[in-house]
């Protein structure tokens, strides 16, 4: 049985839009896309190449396998660690208006998208990566289907855009996995699922 993880960038704020660029995602308006740029540095870079070291395969929604696949299979460097396993492994999107996905390698899941993840966990192996895909994670928050959490939280406060965590989602609690922080700020804390939350009084 697989395991499924989540990475996810995010402002102080708890923005996800459009980490990578201006023109990255528009939609309602948003025009401070590019955010996360600035503070690309080793440490961002030896994280991430930690994370593309290990999956078996990656599951998107719509919109984020629309942006990947508009760059990565232009990328063909074979030692690129993110594009060498983003073309080569399974893709998986959930989507029930994507007709068709060209990009090598790609399943489209067009039912009902808790019960196609949970299908995906049992028939895999090893890690199942989810990358972005915010619409889609809290879909598969509030089923508990999301094993791992890798939050970047960068030192940006945007004030709008897209949030991953908005008003009802399901209460969940998380056990802390690691912690470390980039050169530039970004801190990356990892989550692990631990069920329903406790509370409590003083």
């Known amino acids: 049985m697989a395991t499924l993880s989540l990475t996810q960038f995010l402002t102080l704020d708890g923005v996800v839009q459009a980490p990578g660029g201006p023109d990255e995602d528009r939609s309602d308006g948003f025009e401070r896309g590019g955010w996360s740029v600035p503070y690309g540095d080793e440490d961002f870079g030896r994280f991430m190449d930690e994370v ?13 396998y629309d942006i990947f696949a508009g760059y990565w299979p232009k990328q063909t460097d074979p030692d690129d660690p993110v594009a060498s396993k983003l ?19 790609t399943t489209l899941l067009r039912g009902d998208v808790a ?12 890690e199942i990566q989810m990358h972005g895909s915010a619409g889609l994670a809290r879909t598969l928050l509030d089923h508990d289907l999301i094993d791992t959490l890798h939050l970047l ?50």
Not at 52 to 64: D, E, H, I, K
Not at 119 to 124: A, S, V
Not at 173 to 194: D, M, N, Q, W
């Open 153 to 202: 939280v960068f030192p940006v406060v945007l004030g709008t855009g897209r949030r991953l965590f908005t008003d009802g989602v399901r209460p969940t609690a998380f056990r802390p996995a690691g912690t470390r922080t980039t050169g530039t700020g970004v801190a990356i804390h990892t989550y692990e699922l631990e069920g329903r939350p406790s509370y409590g009084s003083y």
């Open 115 to 126: 019960q196609e993840v949970a299908g995906l966990k049992e028939r895999l192996d090893g």
């Open 52 to 64: 593309f070291a290990r999956p078996t395969a990656f599951l998107l929604g719509r919109r984020t």
């Open 87 to 105: 073309n080569a492994l399974p893709k998986y999107v959930a989507s029930t208006t994507l007709t068709e996905a060209d990009w090598a390698g």
